[in-house]
C-alpha cells in the first residue's frame, strides 16, 4: 500500500530519487481568445514519437528546506514518487517538481501527492497551486488538466537559445 508523507530530515535523501523516461507522444496547444484560455491537441505520428528523461537534479534537503516542503510516496520504505512545493510571493504555492517511478505510474500516486498538495496549501493560507509543463509534455499537461488545474499562462521564449528551443511552458493553476 503506498503512504504519501512529508519527508524528514531523517529520510532527506528520498526527494533525490532518479529521473526516469516518458512518452513524447503529442502536444497542448493554448490559445487566449476572448480572456478566456483554450486549449487543442495534436498527437505525434509514429514516426515522431520519442521518450525523454529530464537531468537527474541532485537537491539538497538542508538548502532547500527554507522554503520548500518535500512529500514523498512510499511503497514500504521505497521512496517512488515526489512532490516538491515552494513558498511564492503569490497566493499561489509553487509545484517545483513531481514525478513518479516509472513502474508506479498510472495508479493514482501523483493525484494522491496533488491532493497533500492541496492540503498543505490550505494549511499555509495559499490560495492555491501553481506548476508548469512543457507543451509537448502532453501526459503530464492533460494529467494536469484531469487534476483540476487550469491553464493560466503560456511562455513560448523561456527555451529559446537552449537545447529544448521549439518547446514552451503551459502555465497551469488549481485553487484549493
Excluded at 11 to 16: P, S, T
Excluded at 32 to 39: P, R
Excluded at 49 to 64: A, S, T, V, W
Excluded at 84 to 111: E, F, H, P, T
Aim: glycine share 6%.
Amino acid at each position: 500500500m503506498i503512504e504519501i508523507r512529508i519527508i524528514d530530515a531523517a529520510h532527506k535523501q528520498d526527494i533525490n530519487i532518479p529521473n526516469e523516461p516518458f512518452a513524447l507522444f503529442g502536444r497542448m496547444i493554448p490559445s487566449y481568445i476572448n480572456e478566456q484560455w483554450n486549449y487543442d491537441v495534436v498527437h505525434f505520428g509514429k514516426d515522431e514519437i520519442c521518450e525523454m528523461i529530464f537531468p537527474d537534479e541532485n537537491y539538497d534537503y538542508d538548502i532547500m528546506l527554507e522554503n520548500s516542503v518535500f512529500v514523498g510516496a512510499y511503497d514500504g520504505e521505497k521512496c517512488v514518487a515526489l512532490a516538491i512545493l515552494q513558498d511564492s510571493w503569490n497566493k499561489y504555492m509553487y509545484l517545483y517538481d513531481l514525478k513518479v517511478s516509472k513502474s508506479y505510474r498510472c495508479k493514482g500516486i501523483a493525484s494522491a501527492l496533488i491532493d497533500k498538495a492541496k492540503e498543505i496549501c490550505k494549511e499555509k493560507n495559499y490560495h492555491g497551486l501553481y506548476t508548469q509543463g512543457q507543451d509537448n509534455n502532453l501526459a503530464a499537461c492533460e494529467f494536469y488538466i484531469k487534476a483540476g488545474f487550469h491553464i493560466g499562462g503560456f511562455d513560448s521564449n523561456v527555451y529559446k537559445g537552449t537545447r529544448q528551443e521549439g518547446k514552451s511552458d503551459i502555465i497551469f493553476y488549481m485553487d484549493c
